[in-house]
């Protein structure tokens, strides 16, 4: 009897063991998405009496938060039988949905051809092709121009067969991946003490999908759009004229001139504009004074969330995202040239300045 109760309890041991290491060993690339952790920024947390968390988007596998939306993207298509195996994602991209998708792609068996504006750094598009991606750099026009990198797009997939065009900005399969997965994470790391979001908006999908989650949970969390220079969106929000706000941004993939089909009925309670002074100062703090090494977005990101810990007032939690790894800006953004041609470099304290390349 006792042997047979010995080995009872090894079995269920095994089992559980079983059990708790299937939570570490995820189902290869698409596993691996998402279930990033929450931290705490420690200093900028003690400056402001909130605690003021980062979900580390930075460490999805294709290394950003668009991981989430090409997975999603691409399961919508799947499961409307839009697509089958072998065939082609086409996508019109700023660089991380691009990466993402062409991630994806090589471990789903399709082909992935990108269109990007020829604005964008040349680590995305190096990065995009030794993925395996086909890129095609095209001027940088307004989306009501057709020859919009996204309309490119949109008429290349229409010449292939069996293939599709993702329409990362107007297809809510997207802002559906934060409905599903990013706004839930959030809410349990969080114990659902979250008493803001604030995130800058290219498509809108993290934005929209992460607020309109949290607002089914508690309607008192407050969803904050954080803007850079030159978008429409902080005007929209602000005063509901599709006006750009004055001058241009440094920051790539975020910012828009329109509200897109992923942001339409978003539950934001206000804006902020965030000028790129302000931006690339917070991108050196976290690098030197947290230890992340971040490109624009995630430096945009952190300084809307301090501005929101601050207009709180102490005792709240306010959680935002890193976007991306620096590296994907290492040519341009920590560039002494470059920042000086911006007119950038003396936002940036002198101390923080010795690494510039």
Not at 97 to 109: E, F, K
Not at 112 to 130: G, N
Not at 298 to 305: D, I, K, P, R, T
């Amino acid at each position: 009897g006792a042997r047979c109760a010995t080995m009872l309890s090894r079995f269920c041991l095994n089992l559980t063991l079983r059990r708790s290491y299937s939570n570490y060993i995820r189902n290869g690339f698409k596993g691996t998405v998402g279930s990033t952790p929450l931290i705490k920024l420690n200093k900028l947390s003690e400056e402001t009496g909130c605690v003021i968390a980062v979900k580390a988007e930075n460490l999805n596998p294709g290394g950003s938060v668009k991981d989430r939306a090409a997975l999603y993207l691409i399961k919508d298509a799947e499961e409307k039988g839009l697509i089958r195996p072998g065939g082609t994602v086409v996508e019109g991209t700023a660089g991380n949905t691009g990466i993402g998708l062409a991630h994806m792609c090589n471990a789903l068996g399709y082909k992935c051809v990108i269109f990007m504006p020829d604005t964008q750094s040349k680590e995305k598009i190096d990065a995009l092709r030794v993925l395996g991606a086909e890129v095609f750099p095209v001027p940088a026009v307004p989306f009501d121009n057709p020859n919009n990198y996204n309309h490119q797009a949109r008429r290349f997939s229409e010449t292939l067969s069996n293939a599709i065009w993702t329409n990362q900005f107007d297809n809510t399969a997207n802002r559906q991946a934060h409905v599903e997965t990013t706004g839930p994470e959030i809410w349990e790391q969080t114990e659902g003490q979250v008493s803001a979001v604030t995130f800058s908006t290219g498509t809108g999908g993290t934005l929209a999908g992460v607020g309109m989650f949290l607002k089914s949970k508690n309607e008192n969390i407050k969803v904050v759009l954080a803007d850079p220079q030159g978008s429409v969106l902080y005007n929209w929000f602000s005063k509901g004229k599709l006006e750009r706000s004055e001058g241009t941004s440094i920051t790539e993939g975020i910012g828009q001139g329109r509200v897109t089909q992923n942001l339409q009925g978003a539950p934001v309670d206000y804006a902020i504009l965030v000028p790129d002074t302000d931006v690339v100062r917070m991108t050196f703090y976290l690098l030197h004074e947290e230890g992340f090494f971040v490109g624009a977005s995630s430096g945009l990101n952190v300084a809307a969330a301090v501005k929101v810990a601050t207009d709180l007032g102490p005792g709240h939690t306010v959680v935002t995202c890193l976007c991306d790894s620096g590296q994907r800006s290492y040519a341009r953004l920590f560039n002494r040239e470059w920042l000086i041609e911006k007119g950038l470099l003396e936002s940036i304290p002198e101390k923080y300045r010795q690494g510039l390349h």
